[in-house]
């Protein structure tokens, strides 16, 4: 009996072991184990994250979804000259946005300027320059069918993706299941899309006691940062928001005629968001023109420019727009090169040279 009692108590012994190992075992970003991936949140930034309950981050989804967010096929065709992805009009060297006002796989142009794709895991539920879609998983299948986008059907893309031998692997690991949905693919994309972080600008280096700004950096800070100044914290926020955006929508005072019908009143249906857009992140401004939602401005220059002296006036005017009876801030060309150092700050290198978040194809053997 006490021969059987020690047998049974030593392959106890040896099954919790191995238990234990199997639980400790790392995986890396296409390994087999679906783990779940280790968001680091950077110095000064917000805690709170805006990842659905349904969609997780995991290794293996978000490798599938930077395979996804760059493979042509996602618009459900084979033909060289039909091919569309994500980056088509998300480049990373230009901080996923595209540079110029694109046009989609049928050449229509579409409505607005792209917004750059820069932390969005901290962005609230309101995508667009308006605002009207919550989340990146709705972006994805707005893109897939959109005719000024892709202008495809989900169910071909869907059978298209399914039918590349490369991916039925990667997206067992993904989800646990062979079979292949388009929901499926939203996921995966979107997960890859909220690891685009951008956090190691001049700036935040300067935050982090890392790096130090020139005086004419400093003055252009001190500039964005008060009303006295050129007064931009209200809408791009200050020191203590790293994001350089409220994320909020604002009528900036572009125009005192409003006849677009994709402002932030259609839809909220709400007076007072007639002729307001988003607030988008200041960051990467070198890279992200032409600039606000219909690209008037082409340089970082003309956008100071106007906020120093061609505000126009509506009974839709943000209150925020302090400077409005003045037309502008009415900076001199000293402080105007002051606030343009300090925005060049907010260049990150690092950010669209990345190779975590670069095209995979590129470099696949």
Not at 46 to 64: A, M, W
Not at 215 to 233: I, Q, R, V
């Amino acid at each position: 009996m006490n021969k059987i009692l020690s047998i049974v108590c030593f392959c106890l012994f040896l099954f919790f072991i191995f238990s234990c190992e199997k639980e400790n075992v790392k995986t890396i970003p296409g390994g087999i184990n679906n783990e779940k991936y280790n968001f680091y949140i950077p110095k000064n930034f917000p805690t709170k994250l805006y990842i659905p309950e349904d969609n997780p981050l995991t290794y293996s989804g978000i490798e599938l979804g930077r395979y996804l967010f760059y493979d042509g096929r996602l618009s459900g065709r084979t033909h060289p000259d039909s091919l569309m992805s994500c980056y088509s009009c998300h480049k990373q060297e230009l901080s996923f946005e595209a540079g110029f006002h694109p046009k989609g796989i049928t050449g229509i142009s579409t409505p607005n300027e792209m917004l750059p794709m820069i932390n969005l895991v901290w962005n609230p539920n309101t995508l667009l320059w308006n605002g009207k879609v919550k989340n990146i998983e709705d972006l994805v299948w707005m893109g897939v069918i959109a005719p000024h986008e892709m202008n495809g059907d989900t169910n071909r893309t869907r059978e298209l993706i399914a039918s590349i031998p490369m991916y039925a692997e990667m997206f067992k690991r993904a989800f646990g299941t062979e079979e292949i949905t388009f929901k499926q693919i939203s996921y995966a994309i979107a997960q890859f899309v909220r690891t685009l972080v951008s956090s190691d600008s001049k700036f935040d280096r300067y935050m982090r006691g890392e790096a130090k700004l020139t005086d004419s950096e400093l003055n252009g800070y001190f500039l964005f940062t008060t009303e006295e100044g050129a007064d931009c914290f209200h809408c791009h926020g200050g020191d203590g928001n790293p994001l350089f955006t409220t994320n909020l929508f604002y009528n900036n005072g572009k125009d005192d005629v409003f006849t677009d019908t994709r402002d932030r009143f259609s839809v909220t249906q709400n007076t007072k968001d007639i002729g307001a857009y988003k607030a988008t992140t200041l960051r990467n401004i070198s890279f992200t023109g032409p600039y606000m939602h219909d690209g008037r401005f082409k340089t970082i220059e003309e956008v100071v420019e106007f906020y120093n002296s061609g505000l126009k006036n509506s009974p839709y005017i943000n209150p925020l727009m302090h400077k409005i009876n003045d037309g502008g801030a009415r900076l001199n060309d000293k402080q105007k090169n002051d606030l343009l150092a300090f925005l060049r700050t907010l260049n990150d290198s690092v950010f669209i040279t990345n190779p975590a978040y670069s095209n995979p194809f590129k470099n696949k053997k």
